[in-house]
């Protein structure tokens, strides 16, 4: 699976911005799905997944409440809306695919986009 992120972008803390992913090569339908965040000088982190059995989500904790991973099965694309974005949310995101049910077990993802860089500013 090949995945394109589209979306990032620079915007003002207490903003909003929608990250897409689109998947080629192999329908997402069933797949994992996941977004994941890697600060300034800072180890890349998982901030939502989404299971592909059975759409249970999982967001880390300091997201909670802001963001919102969704897939579209139809377009074979997922995405994550931001909300509320403080400075603390910049970083580069990158968005993650695998056919192994790895949302709430753990393990590494096999499909990885580009990434997209994400700025907010104070």
């Known amino acids: 699976v090949q995945l394109v992120e589209s979306g990032g972008g620079l915007v003002q803390a207490g903003g909003s911005l929608i990250l897409s992913c689109a998947a080629s090569?192999?329908?997402?339908?069933?797949?994992?799905i996941g977004w994941f965040h890697q600060a300034p000088g800072k180890e890349r982190v998982k901030v939502s997944c989404?299971?592909?059995?059975?759409?249970?989500?999982y967001y880390l904790d300091s997201v909670k409440g802001r963001f919102t991973i969704s897939r579209d099965n139809a377009k074979n694309s997922f995405h994550l809306q931001m909300t509320s974005l403080g400075p603390e949310d910049t970083g580069v995101y990158s968005c993650?695919?695998?056919?192994?049910?790895?949302?709430?077990?753990?393990?590494?993802?096999?499909?990885w986009g580009q990434g997209t860089q994400v700025t907010v500013s104070s």
């Open positions: 993650a695919a695998d056919a192994i049910p790895i949302c709430f077990r753990g393990g590494k993802f096999g499909s």
């Open positions: 989404m299971s592909g059995v059975d759409g249970n989500t």
């Open positions: 090569g192999r329908a997402l339908d069933g797949y994992t």
